[in-house]
Nanobody, 122 residues
């Protein structure tokens, strides 16, 4: 059983940066896709970025391209967020699925973390 724990959320001012971490336990990331989703207040959960652990292939939501970077190291996946905007305010979740395709739908992921709050003030 793969267990995921997010950390790194917080309150930042617009234009600043933040790095989220997703640590794995119970199982290795090898052979999995690991993605970040977010859920803004009152809205549905949405795909933000994904990483194919074995291939190194990445994918991003259009609105975060050039600002967010997903990467992996050992048993941790990171989401580096730069140029944060108030619209990036959300609970950020790490999710994983076995396979090589980066899906953007929440239902395609089997493992989820508990989420970490990111709040960007204007």
């Amino acid at each position: 059983q793969l267990q995921l724990v997010e950390s790194g959320g917080g309150l930042v001012q617009a234009g600043h940066s933040l790095r989220l971490s997703c640590a794995a336990s119970g199982r290795a990331f090898s052979g999995h896709v690991i993605s970040w989703f977010r859920q803004p207040p009152g809205e549905d959960r949405e795909f933000v970025a994904g990483l194919g652990w074995s291939s190194g292939i990445t994918d991003y939501k259009d609105s975060v391209k050039g600002r967010f970077t997903i990467s992996g190291d050992s048993a941790t996946v990171y989401l580096e967020m730069a140029g944060l905007e108030p619209e990036d305010t959300a609970v950020y979740y790490c999710a994983a699925r076995f396979g090589s395709t980066i899906f953007t739908k929440t239902g395609r992921y089997d493992y989820w973390g508990q989420g970490t709050q990111v709040t960007v003030s204007s």
